[in-house]
């Protein structure tokens, strides 16, 4: 950028319901990486710890971390330790470049929410950057400046797919964060937020929490979900009538009639259901529906694209298997479901990206 200095880092935050992400730039040796991973980075290559990311860049290194919103106070303690938030002084101009003029790019319903946060503890401004303008921009910065971005994910199997940029639009976005947005981009900075459902990763996870008494994070209910066998709650249509040709009417005996609804007629105890089949009959039902709901938004606009983001995803391949079916059985095979490697640092991305405006 411009006006940045050596050495000084810049950082955008988009601050969810549930998680904030965190993007930030530095140009030389950071200390989240140690040698081993520096060298990685001097090669090219990107460098994993845990759920945080290290990618190299031209000029310098990108990092991608995630903090629970409940713990905000980490996350401060996080910018504060490695004096993040001084890269906006130099993004201003330079008059504005002073002690009390500091700006870090937000979005994020919680950019509104926690600004006074921000100012009193590290005596910076949050500058906001609405939240479907944040997506957008940084949906169609990865879909054009990054290679292999774009990926299809169907039984296991992970395929890049090859966009290209004067090929890109008009394209579906559905971004499953707390709750899900359907956005129709049109071009840069044009788009229509079309949809959305209120049944999305938030819903997993306080269902989850419900259902099993409190006891799983998210990354326990997903881990739950691998050892599960939802044919224990589901009613399948097969359950109904199992002698009947389904495939006349496009179902097949094991098409899910009814998310949980064997549970209605069984005379079993409710404590007696085990968590895994729980926790994989809730993931089928929330995820089957978003892939659906994005169906028919995309055959509304005649998309013949949509590009599935959000923290939600998080590279998990029972989730992107899952709504991959989805479109793939609502569209007769006729689209597929894209995903986007960065996908639950879309919004954070774009506000990176306005520093630039
Ligand atoms: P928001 O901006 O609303 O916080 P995100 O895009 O950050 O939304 O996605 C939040 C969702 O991501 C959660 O509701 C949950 O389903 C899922 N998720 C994935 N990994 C985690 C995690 N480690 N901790 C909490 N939620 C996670």
Redesign the pocket.
């Known amino acids: 950028l411009p006006n940045q200095q050596d050495d000084i880092p810049l950082l955008a935050l ?8 965190m993007v930030y730039f530095s140009r030389h040796g950071d200390p989240l990486v140690d040698d081993k991973q520096k060298r990685y980075l001097k090669e090219g290559l990107e460098v994993s710890n845990g ?1 945080n990311r290290s990618y190299p860049v031209k000029g310098g290194c990108l990092h991608f971390l ?1 903090f ?2 409940r713990k905000i106070n980490e996350c401060l303690d996080f910018i504060d330790s490695k004096q993040l938030h001084r890269g906006g002084i130099y993004w201003r101009s330079s008059e504005a470049a002073s002690k009390n003029n500091m700006v870090i790019k937000a979005t ?2 919680g950019a509104y929410m926690y600004a006074n946060l921000f100012k009193e503890r590290l005596g910076v401004n949050l500058d906001k950057e609405d939240e479907m303008d944040s997506l957008v921009a940084g949906a169609n910065f990865l879909l054009k400046a990054i290679h292999h971005e774009a990926f299809t994910h169907m039984d296991g199997q992970k395929e890049f797919v090859q966009i290209d940029e004067n090929d890109l639009f008009p394209y579906l976005l559905v ?5 899900v947005s359907i956005i129709k981009v049109d071009g840069n900075g044009s788009f229509q937020r079309v949809d959305g459902t209120h049944a ?6 306080g269902q989850g929490m419900f259902l099993t008494g409190c006891k799983y ?3 326990e209910l ?1 881990e739950l979900s691998q050892r599960g066998d939802n044919k224990l709650i589901d009613l399948l249509v097969g359950d109904i009538d199992g002698k009947m040709d389904y495939s006349k009417i496009g179902l097949s005996a094991s098409t899910i009639a009814s998310s949980f609804g064997k549970v209605v007629s069984e005379k079993r105890k409710l404590k007696d259901y085990r968590h895994e089949d729980i926790s994989l009959s809730l993931l089928r039902m929330i995820s089957y529906n978003i892939g659906h709901i994005a169906y028919l938004n995309a055959k509304i606009y005649g998309l013949k694209r949509i590009f599935f ?4 995803i ?1 590279g ?1 391949a029972c989730i992107m298997d899952t709504i991959s079916y989805a479109v793939d059985f609502r569209s007769n095979g006729e689209e597929k479901a894209l995903f986007l490697r960065h996908d ?1 640092f879309v ?1 954070a991305l774009g506000a990176f990206m306005s520093y630039e405006k």
Do not use: A, V
């Open positions: 988009d601050i969810g319901g549930t998680l904030i992400k759920s995630k629970d919103t994020g319903g971004n499953i964060g707390s709750g999305g990763g938030g819903t997993y996870c994070s998210f990354d997903l983001g959000g923290y939600f998080r998990h639950g919004g």
